[in-house]
Structure formats: structure tokens, C-alpha cells
């Protein structure tokens, strides 16, 4: 098996193949020249290939064979279409057979090997697909952390540390990226992980019950208490209780809130006894608690009694390599509970996927992600599912370039590269990817233009 993806250059004409060999040299890829198709045939039958280049008219075997055959033998690989007799009607028909692309005789050294190193990309992203597509069948439709970036591999060190000691933790993050699913991990992994694990969002329950859903009642504390009740720390004791968007307790349970946290100790409502419990206290905030702290709205000292330990929860766009991975999670869960013979998504799906910003974060990929099955009619996810914010990215990227001043095509490369790499925070890998080109030709670029990163 080939260390390098495998170009196949299927072209009878000697020098013109000689020509696209020379093109195509110093690309991240094996390049395999063949003089006539039925070579092609053989090779492609008995190995993984990229991407095969074939002019479109030759003996025998004509480049529209070659075509269907490569898509037959393996779906993922990429057919470019080479004439020197282009039509509409055969540029149409060619695509329409599944082709990547199609060039005519004679052309730009520049568009032929920019559009080789488009195929090779889309390859990577269609296999890399379907690579994540197998590994979600082992996950279970239960409660996990999807993530294997750098940004996850620390969260999830945190919460092994924190699940080891039994002590407070401040889970931090934007709306949606997961903070209760890392408060249950916690819970899962420390010694209390057979008592009760009890959440409670403080912004939810107005702020008159809360205290009793909280901390319970004694018979006659109000109009209505008819019996005594006992409140969730009670229900968690021995256990963990997650206090979701702490910020939004008023200082007065903010107050009851540290007396637990000092010393394990409550008073129910109407009660003159202190209770004890045993519970082990995680609280969430989407919030920046300093900033509450200095407008004298939460409790300093409640702050730093809750922070012995600070994980926090990077925004989806911030781990965009994750996104993958948690979208064919979301598609096999979800085609399970649906029913539904669902099992990936479009390249093009992917690309857009990975190229929207996330402002609900990994909720709101969940989202799309069921809309897109319950509207998807095959087995596999299109852009026509997608909501118009997503499906619309590349357009809009598109029409942008339209409102520019006239540059020369080096200004316009160096500006995109710019931008997206300053976008992906310096992700090379992630920066070709959405570029449309190979790591290594970014490198070259970012090299040839002296681009500071």
C-alpha cells in the first residue's frame, strides 16, 4: 500500500502525457502515467487510487469507460476528464456521470494542477468521512464527550483529575457546548458514581421556589405545604448535584449555597434544625463570573469556593476538527431513533459543516443534524437538507469575492490564505481543507509568499 494517495495519468498521446506528468510534479501524491486505458483498468482494479486523469477520446476504451469503472470499482476515487473537444454537452454529461471535474485541450499548467490537487483534497475529506462514519458504529447511543482535538484531550485530562478528588468544580463554556455531559462524566468516573447524580438549571425555576426545590420544606412553611419535602440535596445526598447556570442564583442562595459548600450543612424552609449531607457540588456558567463579581452580582468568595478546579469547554468553531466526528455521531444516533437508513453525509455537506462558525455549538450541530434526517429522502445526507445559513456558506464566499477591487491572482491567494488561516487560529491542516488544496501546497504558498502566520 502506498505511503502517498496514487495519481493515474490515463493519456495514449505521449507527449501530452509526459506534459501532465511534469504539471503534476512536487504534489503529495504518486504519479502513475499509463499510455493506454486498459492499463488504467488493470491498476485500478488491483489498487486504492486518488484520482485518475484520463483524456476523455481514445482507442478502444474511451475516458467515459475509465470513468465508470473507477466510480464502480471504488466510489471515493476522483476522475478529471481531459479533451481537446470539449461541447456543453459532454462537459454536462461527464459530470453528470460522476466526474470531479473536466478540462479542455489545451490548458493553463496552473488550472490542470490546481484542479488535481482539488480532487486530491475532496479524496481525503470523502475518506476521512467515511473513516468517522465506521468508527461512530462502535459508540453507544449513551452519553459521551465526542472529541479528539487538542482542545478536548485537555478537557478531558480535567475531568479524569477532577473525577480522582472529591471536591468542587466550575465547568465554563458558551451555551451549548456540553457542560452538564461534563458534569456526568465527573460524576461517572469518581467513587460516588453509584449514588445520585442531580442537576438543577439555577435561570429555570423561579427565584421564590428554587430555595425549596433546593433545600426542601417542613410541613406549613407556606400557604400550600401540606407535608414536608424533602430538597434536592437531600435527593443527592452520598451523590453528586450540578448546578447549572449558577450566575442566575440570587446573592441571598448564593449565601445558603456556601454554607453547604463550607461546612455540608442547610436548613430546610421552616425548619430551626441544620441538616447535614454528603454531596459533592459541580456548577456550570456560561458567564464571565469576574465580571459578575465586579458588578457585586455573585459572590466572590461563592466563586472561589466552587473553582478548586476550572474546566473549561471550547466553542465548536475553536475545535473545528471535532466537527466531523461529532456529525457522523449525531447521524448514527439519530437515524437509530428515527429509523431511518441513514448512514454519512455528502462530502459537500462536510465541507459546509465544517466552514459554518457554530454559534449554538455542539446543540445546534445536533439540530441540523435531525433536521437534515428527518428531511433526507436516500441514505446518505445532501446540502439540500442543510438549513440556508449552512448551505449558503460557500455561495456567500463566493459572491464576496465579487465586491472586491481588481487584484492580481497572487493578492487574491495571499488574501484568503491570510484569512483563513488567521480564522482556524493557525491550523494548517484545517486551513487547506477548507482552501480546497493540499497541506503541502499551502505550505509552498505560505513559504513562496512570505505569509506570516
Known amino acids: 500500500m502506498n505511503a502517498q494517495p496514487v495519481v493515474v495519468i490515463t493519456e495514449d498521446d505521449e507527449v501530452m502525457r509526459e506534459l501532465v506528468v511534469n504539471v503534476l510534479q512536487g504534489i503529495d501524491a504518486t504519479v502513475i502515467p499509463m499510455e493506454s486505458s486498459q492499463e488504467s483498468l488493470d491498476f485500478i482494479e488491483n489498487n486504492e487510487v486518488a484520482v485518475v486523469v484520463t483524456d476523455l477520446r481514445m482507442p478502444r476504451i474511451d475516458g467515459m469507460k475509465v470513468l465508470d469503472f473507477a466510480r464502480q470499482k471504488n466510489p471515493l476515487t476522483q476522475v478529471i476528464l481531459m479533451t481537446g473537444h470539449a461541447t456543453v454537452e459532454s462537459a454536462v454529461q461527464s459530470l453528470k456521470a460522476g466526474a470531479f471535474d473536466y478540462i479542455c485541450k489545451p490548458f493553463e499548467n496552473v488550472e490542470l494542477r490546481h484542479t488535481v490537487e482539488r480532487a486530491l483534497s475532496h479524496w481525503n475529506l470523502s475518506r476521512e468521512n467515511m473513516r468517522l462514519r465506521e468508527e461512530n458504529k462502535v459508540f453507544a447511543e449513551g452519553d459521551v464527550i465526542i472529541g479528539r482535538s487538542a482542545a478536548m484531550d485537555e478537557v478531558h485530562r480535567l475531568i479524569d483529575a477532577a473525577a480522582a478528588y472529591d471536591c468542587s468544580v466550575l465547568i465554563t463554556g458558551e451555551s451549548g457546548t456540553g457542560k452538564e455531559l461534563v458534569a456526568r462524566q465527573i460524576h461517572l468516573k469518581s467513587p460516588r458514581r453509584d449514588n445520585s447524580f442531580v442537576a438543577i438549571n439555577c435561570a429555570a425555576i423561579p427565584e421564590q421556589i428554587i430555595e425549596s426545590e433546593l433545600f426542601g420544606y417542613q410541613k406549613g412553611a407556606f400557604t400550600g405545604a401540606e407535608r414536608a419535602k424533602p430538597g434536592l440535596f437531600e435527593t443527592a445526598n452520598g451523590g453528586t448535584i450540578f448546578l447549572d447556570e449558577v450566575n442566575n442564583a440570587s446573592l441571598s442562595l448564593q449565601a445558603k449555597l456556601l454554607r453547604v459548600l463550607q461546612d455540608a450543612t442547610f436548613y430546610r ?95 445546534e450541530l445536533e439540530n441540523v443534524i435531525q433536521r437534515a434526517l428527518i428531511l433526507c429522502q436516500g441514505k446518505v445526507i445532501d446540502e439540500g437538507v442543510l438549513p440556508p445559513e449552512i448551505s449558503r456558506g460557500t455561495e456567500l464566499s463566493v459572491r464576496a469575492i465579487d465586491h472586491m477591487q481588481p487584484q492580481t491572482l497572487e493578492e487574491v491567494e495571499v488574501y484568503f490564505i491570510r484569512k483563513t488561516l488567521r480564522e482556524t487560529n493557525g491550523d494548517r491542516a484545517l486551513c487547506a481543507e477548507i482552501l480546497g488544496i493540499d497541506k503541502s501546497t499551502l505550505w509552498r504558498k505560505i513559504k513562496r509568499y512570505s505569509i506570516e502566520e
Not at 459541580?282 to 466563586?303: C, H, M
Open 269 to 363: 424552609l421552616g425548619d430551626t434544625e441544620p441538616r447535614h449531607v454528603n454531596v459533592r457540588v459541580l456548577a456550570a456558567t456560561n458567564r464571565d463570573v469576574p465580571g459578575l463579581i465586579a458588578q457585586e452580582t455573585f459572590r466572590e468568595d461563592l466563586y472561589y469556593r466552587l473553582r478548586v478546579i476550572e474546566i473549561h469547554i471550547p466553542a465548536l468553531r475553536d475545535r473545528r476538527d471535532d466537527v466531523p466526528l461529532l456529525a457522523n455521531y449525531f447521524i448514527s444516533k439519530y437515524a437509530k431513533r428515527f429509523n431511518k437508513p441513514v448512514d454519512g453525509m455528502s462530502t459537500q455537506v462536510l465541507g459546509a459543516l465544517m466552514r459554518h462558525d457554530w454559534p449554538g455549538n455542539v446543540r
